[in-house]
């Protein structure tokens, strides 16, 4: 039923930006967080930052400083500001969304991914 559409990835040189943008989920009661995941060449698939319907904001410490995710209330879209980039930041990054564990959404997915953007970041 939730279907979610990833944008804005690309080649960046370091120390530039990219602004990442998934469509597809409205923020109803049945959607208690929405976050950004990537996964490295060899490696496994991490958190990179997360946010409640609330506003409530979470990063790892490898992003602190350099991204921001936010939404827009309106319609749904979740967003990741990426400044400062990074050689390291490379990976496919993931828009994710978790239902409420509420009796009310206990017809929706636990959980909703994008089908993953390609960020490549040169030295």
């Known amino acids: 039923q939730v279907q979610l559409v990833e944008s804005g990835g690309g080649l960046v040189q370091a120390g530039g930006s990219l602004r990442l943008a998934c469509a597809g989920s409205r923020h109803t009661i049945c959607i208690s967080a929405m976050g950004w995941y990537r996964q490295a060449p060899g490696k496994e698939r991490e958190l990179v930052a997360t946010?409640?319907?609330?506003?409530?904001?979470n990063y790892a410490d490898s992003v602190k400083g350099r991204f921001t995710i936010s939404r827009d209330n309106g319609n749904g879209t979740l967003y990741l500001q990426m400044n400062t980039l990074k050689p390291e930041d490379t990976a496919v990054y993931y828009c994710?969304?978790?239902?409420?564990?509420?009796?009310?959404?206990?017809?929706?997915?636990?959980?909703?991914w994008g089908q993953g953007t390609q960020v490549t970041v040169s030295s």
């Open positions: 994710n969304a978790r239902r409420s564990t509420v009796s009310l959404c206990s017809g929706y997915s636990p959980s909703y």
């Open positions: 946010i409640t319907s609330a506003g409530i904001t």
